[in-house]
């Protein structure tokens, strides 16, 4: 099993549609959770972290549980520039940071 | 402007041969990475550095080395002992190391062994 594991897609949704990415990690002593967006051929960037109440960045909305060990990315009226990879990053105390392999996003008008 | 940068963006070598990938940061960060991407798959940490002379092996280190003489500085060398080294590699650096830090990366460098 795959320490942190992404449904790779694609998602093909249309302009304005929310759309929604899942993120199941196992390590239970992860403390650090990131959502980066990738552009193709280029580099990761941070999007937004992940807090355990909870978090929300305009159209972006970030979730934590703990217990089921997972995150969670919305995105709600859904943008053609929206179109990436989405990046899932799990890190622990003891300095080891995970990728996930990322979730494509296709945005159509 | 503060940033990273990564040269060349693309390298072409042939098996067999040496190469290192430039990586500079004027960031004034503590903690530098080298990671490797590969289609359809996460970034894998190869080496990292928290502090100039000093760096550590990640997952995937075999194949490769660095150095950290300068605290802006992370030469990466793919020698020919890496199996499979075409890939996309990418330089980040953070504040501090340790997991909490967000990562700044730059742009890669494509390296294609012919």
């Known amino acids: 099993r795959k320490e942190v594991e992404q449904d790779p897609g694609p998602f093909n949704v249309p302009e304005g549609a929310t759309v929604a990415f899942n993120c199941t990690y196992s390590?239970?002593?992860?403390?650090?959770f990131f959502w980066y967006r990738q552009d193709c051929r280029k580099e990761p960037k941070l999007l937004m972290s992940v807090y355990s109440s909870g978090n929300e960045d305009g159209r972006f909305t970030a979730q934590l549980n703990r217990a089921s060990q997972y995150i969670s990315l919305l995105i709600r009226d859904s943008k053609l520039s929206d179109s990436a990879t989405y990046l899932c990053?799990?890190?622990?105390?003891?300095?080891?940071?995970?990728f996930g392999a990322g979730t494509r996003l296709f945005v159509k008008a | 402007d503060g940033g990273i940068t990564q040269s060349p963006k693309y390298l072409f070598r042939k098996e067999g041969q040496n190469v290192t990938l430039s990586c500079e940061q004027n960031l004034n960060h503590d903690a530098m990475y080298w990671y490797r991407q590969d289609p359809g798959q996460g970034l894998r940490l190869i080496y990292y550095s928290q502090i100039v002379n000093d760096f550590q092996k990640g997952d995937i280190a075999e194949g490769y080395s660095v150095s950290r003489e300068k605290k802006e500085s992370f030469p990466l060398t793919v020698t020919s002992a890496q199996k499979n080294p075409t890939a996309f590699y990418l330089c980040a650096s953070s504040i501090k190391g340790g997991s909490v830090n967000e990562q700044f990366f730059g742009p890669g460098t494509r390296l294609t062994v012919l």
């Open positions: 990053v799990v890190s622990t105390l003891t300095f080891k940071t995970i």
């Open positions: 390590n239970s002593a992860s403390q650090s």
